[in-house]
């Protein structure tokens, strides 16, 4: 069962930071010339298995009734969280794009957002004009995040299946994310993680900022998170949102092999991957 507590702890969150953020962002505001006319790119990150493309999924079926929605997905490798999300059945199959990275997911949501950036442009031209772009990352670590040259706005996915303490080990997702999600709520009883206590800790690291405590098996919260993106998308449309940059990744160094292959050494630690 999802915690009741937690939902409520998570709502006051989310209304009082959508309800405060356009007086805390005044001086940044005023710097803005123009509402912005193209769809609103929310950018999902967070560790690998996290449910990223479940929280796609759960979007489009909530949202794809009233807003005119398109998806971009990152693998490494593989287009498989695109077959997912096409298989769901949640958006027709040609608004779903695969981006394959080649290379660590931050560095096509962060260092070179050009492939992703394309796919955005390419499905806002084909089937636009888009209400809402998401863009999920691959799984990558804790200090993955989106430059706010891609996504307008982000969430950052952990779930409890990582850990009570998932929360409180911080890095730019946790902390500086538009909004977390702790998901998987449903399974906190099997893995002994008390979710109050986590939005708590959260909360605490995030100075403010929402957490929303998720389940896609549980209606309520599927409906804040709905709730949320709405507001979002408001906020984009009469520009009073100023795309926040969550922060650098933490310093870590790919070492390329100088031979004509595309192999690369990682020599930096992927914590949840
Ligand atoms: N019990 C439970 N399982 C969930 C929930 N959300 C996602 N899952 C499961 O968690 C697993 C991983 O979900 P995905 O949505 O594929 O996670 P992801 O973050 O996109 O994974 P990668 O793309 O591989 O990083 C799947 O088996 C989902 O069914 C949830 O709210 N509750």
């Given amino acids: 069962m999802p915690d009741q507590q937690s939902n409520q702890q998570s709502e006051q969150h989310l209304d009082r930071h959508l309800d405060q953020q356009p007086e805390q962002h005044l001086d940044q505001r005023a710097h803005q010339h123009s509402r912005p006319s193209r769809a609103l790119r929310l950018g999902v990150a967070g560790p690998v298995g996290t449910g990223k493309s479940s929280i796609l999924a759960t979007l489009c079926r909530e949202l794809a009734g009233e807003l005119a929605m398109a998806v971009v997905t990152n693998d490494i490798y593989t287009d498989e969280d695109a077959r997912f999300l096409r298989s769901a059945g949640v958006l027709p199959t040609e608004r779903i794009r695969a981006v394959e990275t080649g290379a660590c997911p931050h560095t ?25 772009v998401l863009v999920e990352s691959g799984g990558d670590n804790l200090t993955a995040t989106f430059s706010p040259a891609l996504a307008d706005a982000q969430l950052f996915c952990i779930d409890v299946a990582g850990g009570g303490d998932v929360a409180r080990k911080g890095g730019p997702g946790i902390t500086g994310a538009d909004l977390l999600i702790i998901n998987k709520t449903d399974l906190a009883p099997y893995v002994e993680v008390d979710v109050a206590a986590m939005v708590a800790d959260a909360s605490q690291a995030r100075d403010g900022l929402p957490v929303l405590a998720l389940s896609k098996n549980d209606p309520v919260s599927v409906a804040e998170l709905a709730d949320w993106v709405r507001k979002m998308l408001e906020r984009h449309r009469s520009g009073t949102h100023v795309p926040t940059d969550p922060g650098p990744m933490a310093p870590h160094s790919h070492s390329h092999s100088h031979s004509h292959s595309r192999d690369h050494v990682h020599d930096h630690v992927h914590d949840g991957s």
Avoid: F, H, T
């Fill in 108 to 132: 096509a949501i962060r260092d070179d957002v050009s492939a992703n950036l394309d796919a955005v442009e390419d499905l806002e031209e084909a089937y636009g004009p888009l209400d809402l």
